[in-house]
């Protein structure tokens, strides 16, 4: 009879959104893992999923300047891998390390990147690039002032910077298929579809998609008495995970 409550929470509407939070969690954090594989492929000259144009222009660059190569395409990896940590420091659960300290090293990993990033510029003497860096990392300032009350800066940080990224990728993503059916007779049509468009898109869609349901999951965790959102989620979490313990007992 003790274990028909602990059904009930785990088909409870506080307990299924959280499951939803944690695998669209793990896809966007996978799926931008596997955006970053794929710059590694491509970097080490894999040609799938490749326009024969952007192939002979990746070769030309190797052979003009193997070292300013290596370290562009190195770059472009890390930034991607940063990107990954991103839905993951959103529905972090660890037990041994708090989601706070994920938030944190995400952070510092991801101004490491934009260090990086304004580097490459630099060695490829593009200043478009060097000026997006200290845009972000400048901007990042007055937005970490203006979070919500029931949310730290580092949670919040994370959150926006999941939400920026979202909408940014989904965009391009939907230019790459505006571009492939204004030229849709063209060779390098299902390229951009693939390798342009849906990467993007879908990534992009997956972070949106994380974003919302952990600022919904906090939301609708506020308690009346204005308690932290975060003490009442690792509540919530702590009695959802003794449900399950129990009812694997009987």
């Known amino acids: ?143 970490a002032f203006i979070r919500p009350r029931n949310q730290n800066i580092p949670s919040w940080l994370v959150t926006f910077a999941t939400w920026t990224f979202g909408i940014g990728m989904t965009l391009y993503g939907l230019s790459y298929f505006i571009v492939a059916f204004l030229n849709i007779h063209a060779g390098h049509f299902w390229t951009y579809i693939a390798a342009g468009g849906l990467n993007w898109t879908i990534e992009g869609i997956l972070f949106m998609m994380v974003a919302w349901l952990a600022n919904c999951g906090g939301r609708d965790a506020q308690t009346r008495d204005g308690e932290p959102a975060s003490i009442v989620v690792q509540r919530r979490e702590e009695r959802d995970n003794l449900g399950e313990s129990k009812i694997n007992g009987w």
């Open 1 to 143: 009879m003790k274990t028909k409550p602990d059904n009930i929470s785990l088909l409870s509407p506080s307990f299924l959104p959280s499951r939803w939070i944690v695998w669209t969690g793990y896809a966007a954090c996978a799926w931008a893992l596997l955006f970053a594989m794929e710059h590694a492929y491509w970097a080490f000259g894999g040609t799938w999923l490749l326009a024969s144009g952007s192939t002979q222009e990746l070769q030309r660059q190797f052979a003009e300047n193997p070292a300013s190569y290596i370290i562009s395409w190195a770059v472009d990896v890390m930034v991607f891998a940063v990107l990954a940590l991103f839905p993951l420091a959103l529905i972090w659960r660890g037990k041994r390390i708090s989601q706070s300290r994920i938030q944190i090293f995400t952070l510092i990993y991801a101004y490491a990147s934009l260090f990086f990033f304004a580097l490459t510029g630099m060695i490829r003497h593009d200043n478009m690039l060097v000026l997006f860096s200290l845009a972000v990392s400048v901007l990042s300032i007055p937005i």
